[in-house]
């Protein structure tokens, strides 16, 4: 894709799930790319997939809500690669399963922090890097939690609601300093996240894969193509947008 080759990528939660699908996609573009995850073993499996098809990355073990290790990954980059171009601020939980009137306070303290606090500071600290080489581009994960009510998911929602408020802020503020920042929002991803859910509730997942429009869920490679696009050249007049991958079902 357009502008993706030879530049550098952080992505966040990319031992896993969307965040690896991505991590391999921007390497197979001819990104070099910085993977952080909280999973050690996960982040590992990735760079090692990644290398093995001819591509590099290195991982770094950090948690998006700790401000230290947030930096250390914008250094990471800088110092590795010589630079940052692009940042997927992926990582996110599910958050435990109950209604409005039974949501635990801790729940949702762990599910703000890691969702949304963890994407402002990934913006904070990736944007000075940015500027400093110019420009670059920069895609959250929120969700079509972000844009619609989901029962027993209040912290979920609510964070991923959030997350598109902070994507059109920076885009408003960043954009004419040739920073676009975008968020992507995908349907139900199959996912070690959704195994989890389908072990909680199988039911729930036929009944939503019925209820899509394409008729299944999306695979993660499906998401990594849009956030590679957005930061693509090829994207160069989208900025503050919610990019909805879902095979339609939030259109109905
Ligand atoms: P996943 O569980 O497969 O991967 C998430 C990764 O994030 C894991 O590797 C995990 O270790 C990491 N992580 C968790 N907390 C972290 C922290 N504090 N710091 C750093 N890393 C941390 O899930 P996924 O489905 O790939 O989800 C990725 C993103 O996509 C999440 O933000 C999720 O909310 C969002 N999303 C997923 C779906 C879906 O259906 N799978 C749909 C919409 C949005």
Wanted: aromatic content about 6%; hydrophobic content about 40%; overall charge negative.
């Amino acid at each position: 894709m357009n502008g993706i080759s030879d530049g550098v990528a952080i992505v966040t939660g990319g031992g896993s799930g969307i965040g690896r699908a991505t991590a391999t996609r921007f390497a197979s573009e001819g990104a070099r790319v910085v993977v952080t995850d909280v999973d050690v073993d996960g982040g590992e499996e990735t760079v090692s997939q990644i290398e093995a098809d001819g591509g590099e990355a290195t991982f770094l073990e950090a948690d998006v809500t700790d401000e230290d290790d947030v930096k250390a990954t914008v250094e990471t980059a800088v110092d590795t690669y010589g630079g940052l171009d692009f940042a997927f601020n992926n990582a996110g939980i599910e958050g435990a399963n109950e209604s409005s009137s039974q949501q635990s306070r801790s729940n949702w303290d762990q599910v703000i922090d890691i969702n949304l606090t963890g994407v402002f500071l990934g913006i904070r600290e990736q944007l000075p890097a940015m500027l400093e080489d110019g420009g670059g581009a920069i895609v959250n994960t929120a969700s079509v939690a972000g844009l619609l009510g989901f029962p027993n998911l209040s912290p979920y929602v609510a964070s991923k609601h959030g997350v598109l408020g902070l994507t059109k802020t920076a885009a408003v503020e960043f954009s004419a300093d040739g920073i676009r920042v975008n968020a992507v929002c995908p349907g139900v991803i199959e996912t070690p996240m959704v195994a989890r859910t389908r072990e909680e509730d199988p039911e729930m997942m036929e009944q939503t894969a019925a209820a899509t429009p394409i008729g299944r869920l999306g695979d993660p490679e499906e998401i990594a193509s849009a956030v590679v696009w957005l930061c693509s050249d090829d994207a160069s007049f989208v900025t503050g947008e919610s990019l909805v991958v879902d095979g339609g079902y939030s259109v109905q």
